[in-house]
C-alpha cells in the first residue's frame, strides 16, 4: 500500500503536512465534526485548499445535514461501498464514524461480512442495494429500480439523497485510490462476501435487472419548479451558461444539495490557478465517455467548444484523444485519468512520476485528481437520477469503442441525427473528391446545390444584398483554392459556410462602422425586455399579402445588428437546428440561445406596430 | 404562481420546448393567468411561424447564375 506521501514522492514531491493555520478554518471545522479529528485525505489535499473547501461543502450537504435518510443509514451506506470497492481506508474510517454514532461494533462486522444478513430491514437492505448497484456500473440503473425504492415506500426525498451519498461515496474512494491516504485508524479486514465481484449481481429481488432502462425516460424523481429570481444559484448558472442544465433542475426537491454542488464544482473547475479549464474539461470529458455516459459527454462537449476548441477536436477527445491534436503533456494527463477513472487498481505513484516528468506540478496532478473524482460523482448523480440531455449527444458510446486501449477507434453518429460526419455519410463526399482531384465540373455541381445556403450566411453577417453577392464571388473562389485540405470531419456544406463566414466577415472589417459577431453577451442582452405588449392579430398572414409580410420581415431582419442577425438568419430562416448554428459560427449553445431570443424579441418590436390587432380590424 | 420575471427567465427555453414538465406547468398556469406574458408569448410564436414559413430572402437561383460563371470562367483559365 503506497501512502500518499508514496504517491506525489512518485511525482518527486512531497506534499504532505499538517495544515497550517489558513486550512483551519471552515472546512476543517465541518470535517473535524464529523470525523472528530482530521483526517490523512484531507492533509494528502493540502497543496489546493480550495478543493478541501469544496469537499467540505459536498460533506456537509450530502452526509452530515439531517435530511430524509439518517446519518447512521447514509454512513452504513458509505461502508458498504467502500467495502465494494475493497477501499480499506474508507472502510477504517467509516467503521470508525459508526461506532462513534453508537453502532456496535458486532453489527459492523456483520454488515461487511454478509450485509444481506445483518439484519437490516428489508426496505434498508433495498436501499443499501440500490446504492451499490448504482456505485458499481451507475448506467445499469433504471427507472425501475427508482420504482422498486418507492414501493418499499421510500419518498423521493429519501431517494435523492441515497443517490448523492452514493455519488460522494465514489468521490471519496476515487480520491483514496489515487492520493493513497495512510490510515487513521487501524484497518479491519475485508470480507470477501461484500468484495466487489464482476459476476455477483445486486441479490435483492426488489431491484430490478434494468439492462433495457433505455426505453424509460427520466428524470425518476420529481423536481419542483426552482425559480431563478428566488434560487440566486440559478441565475448565476444561467448568467455563465446561458441556460440551466437539466443536471441542476433534477435536483430541485433539494436546494441545499444543489447549493452545495454548485460551490463545489466552481471551487474545482473554475480557478486557473493549477490546470487550465480546457485540461480539465477535457478530463470531465474522457473520464465521462469511458463511463459511457452520453449526458456528462455532451455538456462537456459544449463546454470545450465554447473555449475555443472546434466540435470535431471535442468529439475526437471524446472517442480517443490519443488521435486528437492535443499536446503530448495533456494526452499524458488524460493517460493517468483514465487509469483513475476506470482500472483504478492501475493508478499507481509512477503515474504521477510520469505526470510531473512532463513539467505539472503538485497542484496540477491533486487538481488532476480531484477533478476526476468530481465527474465520477457529477456521473453518478445523473445516471441515478436518470437525467434527461440538454443537448443531443454527439457521439453514441460503446465500451469497446471509447478509448480503446488497443483497438482501432470507430467514430458512431449517433442514428438519425447528422452531427459528427464520416466522409461516407455526407451526400457530397463524391463530387468533393472529385474536385480535390481538380474536376472544375464537380466543383461547379457543389457550388449550385450550397448556393442559397452561403448566401443567406453572407446576408445574415453583411445585412446587404448587394454585398452579400459580391462576398459570393470571394467565398467561391477561396473555397476552391482550400478545397484540398478539407478532410471530411465535418459536412462539405459546414465548411463552405465557415469559409463564407470569414469572407463575409473580411468585409465587414472593412466598413467604418463595424458590426462584431464575436462580442460577449452584455448584461443589456440578457436582460432585455419587449415594449410591445399589444396583442397581435389571430393570424396576421390572413391580413396581410405574403409580400406585404415578406418585405415587412426582410427589413426587420437586416435592421438587426448583426450578431443576433446572423443567428436568426440560421436558426429561423435557414431552420438550421441551435446546434448546428452554434457549429456553423463557431459559438457555444448557450451563447446562440441567447442570441436567438434577444433576436427574436427584437424582431417582434419591429413587426409588432404592423401586426396588432388593433390595425385592420383584425384578431381579438 | 410564478411571477412574470420567472416567466421571462424561463422563455428562451419554453419556445425552444426544452423545458421540464414541472416547469412547463408552472409557465403555462402563469401563462393563463397573466395576459401581458400571454401577449409577449402569443406574438413571439408568431414572429417565429412568420419568419420561418414566409419563404423571405428567397431569391430565384438563376440570380446566383452570373457569378457561378464568373467564378467558373476565373477557375477554367487560372486554376491555381
Known amino acids: 500500500m503506497h501512502s500518499s506521501q508514496a504517491f506525489l514522492e512518485g511525482a518527486g514531491m512531497n506534499i504532505r503536512g499538517e495544515p497550517g493555520p489558513e486550512q483551519e478554518s471552515d472546512p476543517f471545522v465541518v470535517f473535524r465534526e464529523a470525523f472528530g479529528f482530521i483526517p490523512n485525505f484531507l492533509t494528502a489535499q493540502s497543496a489546493l485548499p480550495r478543493v478541501i473547501a469544496a469537499h467540505a461543502k459536498l460533506e456537509e450537504a450530502v452526509c452530515l445535514r439531517d435530511g430524509a435518510i439518517s446519518r447512521v443509514h447514509k454512513e452504513r451506506i458509505l461502508l458498504c461501498i467502500a467495502a465494494d470497492r475493497r477501499d480499506n481506508y474508507w472502510v477504517a474510517l467509516n467503521t470508525e464514524v459508526l461506532i462513534s454514532l453508537g453502532v456496535p461494533e458486532d453489527h459492523i462486522d456483520s454488515l461487511l461480512n454478509d450485509y444481506e444478513h445483518a439484519g437490516i430491514l428489508a426496505p434498508d437492505l433495498a436501499l443499501l442495494g440500490f446504492c451499490l448497484k448504482l456505485s458499481r456500473d451507475s448506467s445499469s440503473v433504471g427507472l425501475e429500480d427508482v420504482e422498486a425504492l418507492r414501493a418499499q415506500g421510500f419518498a423521493d426525498e429519501a431517494i435523492i439523497e441515497a443517490v448523492a451519498v452514493t455519488a460522494l461515496a465514489v468521490y471519496r474512494c476515487t480520491l483514496s485510490v489515487a492520493l493513497r491516504p495512510e490510515p487513521d485508524v487501524k484497518r479491519r479486514n475485508l470480507c470477501p462476501k461484500i468484495t466487489r465481484r464482476a459476476d455477483k449481481a445486486v441479490p435483492l429481488s426488489v431491484v430490478a435487472d434494468t439492462r433495457h432502462k433505455a426505453a424509460r425516460r427520466g428524470p425518476y424523481v420529481r423536481a419542483p419548479y426552482l425559480s431563478p429570481i428566488t434560487f440566486e444559484h440559478f441565475a448565476i448558472v444561467r448568467k455563465s451558461h446561458g441556460f440551466i442544465p437539466n443536471f441542476f433542475r433534477a435536483q430541485t426537491l433539494r436546494p441545499d444539495l444543489l447549493e452545495a454542488q454548485l460551490q463545489a464544482l466552481g471551487s474545482i473547475l473554475l480557478p486557473e490557478d493549477a490546470l487550465t479549464r480546457v485540461q480539465k474539461e477535457s478530463i470531465l470529458l474522457v473520464v465521462s465517455a469511458l463511463n459511457l455516459n452520453s449526458y456528462c459527454v455532451a455538456v462537456h462537449c459544449i463546454m470545450l467548444r465554447g473555449l475555443g476548441l472546434s466540435a470535431e477536436e471535442a468529439d475526437q477527445i471524446a472517442v480517443d484523444y490519443r488521435l486528437s491534436n492535443l499536446p503530448k503533456a495533456d494526452m499524458a494527463l488524460l493517460d493517468f485519468v483514465v487509469k483513475l477513472g476506470t482500472h483504478s487498481s492501475e493508478c499507481s505513484p509512477e503515474g504521477a512520476g510520469k505526470l510531473a516528468s512532463f513539467g505539472f506540478t503538485r497542484e496540477q496532478i491533486l487538481e488532476c485528481v480531484v477533478v476526476t473524482a468530481i465527474n465520477n460523482f457529477a456521473n453518478t448523480l445523473q445516471m441515478g437520477l436518470g437525467i434527461e440531455p440538454d443537448f443531443e449527444p454527439p457521439l453514441v458510446f460503446e465500451k469497446t469503442k471509447v478509448n480503446p486501449s488497443d483497438a482501432a477507434t470507430t467514430l458512431m453518429p449517433r442514428e438519425g441525427v447528422e452531427q459528427l460526419v464520416e466522409t461516407s455519410q455526407d451526400g457530397d463526399a463524391e463530387l468533393v473528391a472529385q474536385a480535390q482531384c481538380g474536376q472544375l465540373e464537380a466543383f461547379e455541381e457543389l457550388v449550385r446545390r450550397h448556393t442559397r445556403l452561403i448566401y443567406r450566411a453572407l446576408l445574415a453577417i453583411l445585412g446587404d444584398a448587394a454585398d452579400a453577392q459580391d462576398a459570393m464571388q470571394d467565398t467561391l473562389l477561396s473555397a476552391f483554392k482550400h478545397i484540398g485540405r478539407f478532410q471530411g470531419r465535418s459536412k462539405f456544406s459546414t465548411w463552405l459556410v465557415s469559409i463564407a463566414r470569414n469572407a463575409a466577415l473580411e468585409r465587414l472589417r472593412g466598413r467604418r462602422n463595424t458590426e462584431s459577431l464575436d462580442q460577449r453577451e452584455t448584461e443589456e442582452d440578457c436582460g432585455f425586455r419587449p415594449r410591445q405588449i399589444a396583442a397581435w392579430q389571430e393570424n396576421p398572414e390572413q391580413s396581410h399579402s405574403r409580400t406585404e409580410i415578406r418585405q415587412l420581415l426582410e427589413a426587420g431582419v437586416l435592421q438587426l445588428p448583426a450578431k443576433y442577425r446572423v443567428i436568426v438568419m440560421l436558426r429561423d430562416v435557414e431552420q438550421l437546428s441551435t446546434d448546428e448554428v452554434a457549429r456553423q459560427l463557431g459559438l457555444s449553445v448557450p451563447a446562440v440561445k441567447t442570441r436567438l431570443l434577444r433576436g427574436r424579441l427584437m424582431l417582434r418590436e419591429w413587426l409588432s406596430p404592423h401586426l396588432a390587432a388593433s390595425r385592420k380590424g383584425a384578431g381579438q | ?80
Do not use: G, W
Open chain 2, 1 to 80: 404562481m410564478i411571477t412574470c420575471d420567472e416567466f421571462f427567465a424561463e422563455f428562451a427555453d419554453y419556445l425552444e420546448n426544452q423545458v421540464s414538465l414541472e416547469v412547463r406547468q408552472e409557465l403555462e398556469l402563469h401563462l393563463s393567468q397573466c395576459r401581458a406574458c400571454h401577449v409577449l408569448y402569443d406574438s413571439t410564436r408568431k414572429t417565429i411561424r412568420i419568419v420561418s414559413e414566409s419563404n423571405s430572402f428567397e431569391l430565384p437561383q438563376n440570380i446566383f447564375d452570373p457569378i457561378i460563371e464568373r467564378v467558373m470562367a476565373k477557375l477554367r483559365t487560372d486554376p491555381s
